[in-house]
């Protein structure tokens, strides 16, 4: 227990401490709490690009780091009009862009995931707040990160939020369990999202056994429940502004350079029949930690780093 207060008094004098605010009933710990302190990306949590190297849907930036700024507590993604020679000196690109993933770093099965988010107005820009499979490094690379998976893992593409800068007021969300056949996914646009172009707006999903919920600031939109087409497998955290594709309009380049902003992003896991839910002890939910390796190691999001104590005494 001392170090549970030890650990709740920093994050309080550090100003970075949460309570439970998810729209959801029960009890529940953050397990993840990115809220983009100091100057610089933690490394410990996020990567800049994807795994793989290769254009995909036919968009038009590369991702590079150098697009990737945190500052006043806020993570940006810069998009502009520039060449780049992304991963390979043949792949000559239009336009630079940003991109977050937690792959490798920090991965979940079911829980509440959210991010607040501001867009930008360019058309033919295209953000996502996604997340995908990740079953353990000691597999080969397809095993890991496929879609579908196998019978014993199956996992999916679960897109939170999808938004093209030229819609009004509204968003998209999708699973996707195959790709290029008849059947592949399930998606819902024109999800109403009042103001959406203005300001920080939060996006989530609450992904369970039997089904996804998501969420717009705060509120319940839609919910899938096929339950066939439920993930098992742990999976991590993506999110990224493309530019151009083919989804979006033509990209307006007079409107340019343009910027994406994270605010915060955090994942909450339940607690269930546990001690701590029926006494209502959860000081342990108020730090502002993010777990990696199951728990090894506690991180806060200015970059401190202490190791986790066993807490039996």
Known sequence: MQTILFLMLLAIMS??????????PGNWECTLNEGFKGTQLNTNLWNTRY????VINNEEQAYVPENVIVENDVCK?????????????????????????????????????????KMPTTP???LAFWLWPDRGVELDENSRFSVPGTADSPGFEIDIMEYLCEWTNVYHVAIHWCYGEPNCGWGQGNIPAPAIEDGFHTFGV????????FYYDGIKTISFTIKSKISEAPQFIMLNCAAGGDW????????????MEIDWVRAWREIKNTAASNTGDREEENLNIFWENKAE??????????EAENDNE
């Open 297 to 306: 190691k506690l991180y806060d999001n200015s970059g401190m780093k202490e």
């Open 124 to 126: 033919g820009l295209w």
């Open 15 to 24: 100003g970075t401490a949460v309570s439970q605010t998810i729209p959801l």
């Open 51 to 54: 795994w793989f190297c290769d």
């Open 206 to 213: 609450h992904w369970d056994k039997d089904k996804y919920d």
């Open 248 to 259: 979006p309009s033509p990209i307006n380049d007079s409107a340019l350079p343009d910027v």
């Open 77 to 117: 993604f810069i998009i502009e009009k520039r060449n780049v020679n992304y991963c390979r000196t043949n792949m000559n690109m239009n336009y630079a862009s940003g991109i977050i993933t937690s792959f490798g770093k920090f991965t979940q099965t079911y829980g509440y995931f959210e991010a607040s988010i």
